[in-house]
């Protein structure tokens, strides 16, 4: 169960990349691939606006410039700074637009599994967006731009597939296992979690509609 209030919200972070450096690398990738998740669902959610756009824009590119960097050398502090501050904006511009199904479908593995919620976030993460490409194609591409990919010549949907391709190359350079397989998650589950995942309170600001048979099928996808 996920609890949402507005008292939940905090008034002041220390947001100091110095309390970060030398945290494990496995620990860096799967909080990193985290907030990039919040990023981009931020930014492709229903209740995405202008402010929240660019603070997600903005994360987006720190986060791809930086992690792998600070997933390799956790004291370099000039890949933590951005990081934090990443992930920092990121968090101000999801508590103000929601997220999406991703973090629906996560909350249940880590809920069901104890997986650590940021390593499900990223093997869902290009599964989820793939989905949504027909609801938000334009903007996946916009996402694309940012991660540094070259999309100018490309369509509204040739961008939103390169962006899931820079999504799974970012998971794979900084050791997030290729699907839940591999974290032992089991199918006979899947109709439970997604029958959960429906329910959950991000849900309503993906923007595409999904049913039980999608998400069932998009967790076999991220197997």
């Not at 169960?1 to 507005?6: G, R």
């Not at 933590?80 to 999801?94: E, T």
Request: net charge negative.
């Amino acid at each position: 169960m996920v609890m949402v209030d507005k008292n939940c919200l905090v008034q002041i972070a220390v947001n100091d990349p110095k309390l970060m450096l030398g945290k494990p690398p496995a620990l860096t990738a799967a909080t990193g691939m985290d907030a990039l998740t919040h990023a981009i669902e931020t930014y492709v959610t229903k209740g995405a606006f202008g402010w929240s756009d660019a603070l997600a824009l903005e994360a987006i590119k720190l986060i791809s410039q930086s992690l792998e960097k600070a997933v390799v050398d956790g004291q370099d502090l000039e890949a933590r700074s951005k990081m934090a501050w990443g992930q920092f904006i990121a968090g101000q511009a999801f508590s103000n637009a929601g997220l999406g199904y991703v973090h629906s479908m996560a909350h249940q593995l880590g809920g069901m599994y104890d997986l650590p919620h940021g390593v499900a976030n990223a093997i869902l993460l290009p599964h989820v967006e793939q989905f949504n490409i027909p609801a938000c194609a334009h903007k996946l591409k916009k996402v694309a731009r940012a991660m540094g990919v070259g999309v100018l010549e490309m369509s509204d949907t040739q961008g939103a597939n390169a962006a899931i391709e820079a999504i799974k190359a970012l998971s794979k350079s900084v050791g997030i296992p290729s699907g839940l397989r591999e974290l032992g998650v089991k199918e006979e589950d899947f109709e439970e979690m997604a029958k959960n995942a429906l329910a959950d309170v991000c849900t309503g600001g993906n923007p595409r509609e999904v049913t039980l048979e999608d998400t069932i099928a998009i967790y076999k996808a991220a197997m």
